[in-house]
């Protein structure tokens, strides 16, 4: 876990609705995920999109499970990019990847293994030119990128104004009678830099508070 005293003590000073937030939701658990591939993180990201967390599990289960049982704990492992490349589509598509994801899956080691996407130097770059090649491949979009940036890179600067949990808490938290705009959210999130990604979980919090409510109800 990270240390976001910094981030809290700047967010409560510059913005006194996220105050209010802060103050009721208490100190700021965001949590980093310790992510030594960066490929196998985004294949999982292709593979988990669009399916609910179970039947995504399985899948990706079996897609490691087409490259050995190195650990020896039946779970298998992720493939390299060229691994993953000289696999053959039918095989991929045993593990219960659908077409779309087994293309998304290969675009994506095809932009590694061409050094399009040079995962060793991805900590090294700033943030826009990591969104730059991260959504050139395939499958791809902002969304999944901001998440990469957040839960694997750890960067404490990123507002994702395409997550539909985000807009929500911007909606309770600031009282709007509809949901934000990009352009609204970065506009009062501007004063929340250059830690915008605590000030984010703040807002997903915002909405986790609505979920429970509604579940005592």
């Not at 009721?24 to 591939?37: Q, S």
Request: glycine fraction near 6%; charged fraction near 30%; include cysteine.
């Amino acid at each position: 876990m990270h240390n976001f005293s910094a981030a809290v003590r700047h967010l409560r000073r510059a913005d006194p609705v996220l105050r209010r937030v802060i103050d009721r939701v208490g100190r700021c658990e965001l949590r980093r995920e310790h992510v030594k591939d960066p490929f196998g993180a985004l294949a999982d990201a292709i593979i988990y999109q669009q399916l609910a967390y179970k039947a995504a599990q399985t899948i990706a289960n079996r897609f490691r499970q087409l490259y050995g049982n190195a650990a020896g704990d039946g779970r298998g492992r992720l493939p390299s990019p060229r691994e993953l490349l000289a696999t053959p589509r039918r095989k991929l598509r045993s593990a219960g990847l659908s077409r779309q994801k087994t293309a998304y899956l290969l675009d994506l080691a095809r932009h590694a293994a061409s050094g399009a996407l040079p995962l060793r130097r991805l900590a090294k770059m700033d943030d826009a030119e990591i969104i730059e090649r991260v959504t050139a491949v395939k499958g791809i979009g902002r969304w999944t990128a901001d998440m990469f940036l957040i839960f694997c890179l750890g960067r404490p600067d990123v507002l994702p104004v395409n997550d539909l949990g985000l807009q929500y808490g911007f909606r309770r938290a600031y009282k709007m009678r509809r949901p934000p705009s990009a352009a609204r959210m970065e506009k009062i999130a501007e004063a929340w830099r250059p830690y915008r990604t605590a000030g984010s979980w703040y807002m997903w919090m915002v909405r986790r508070e609505e979920v429970a409510k509604k579940s005592q109800r």
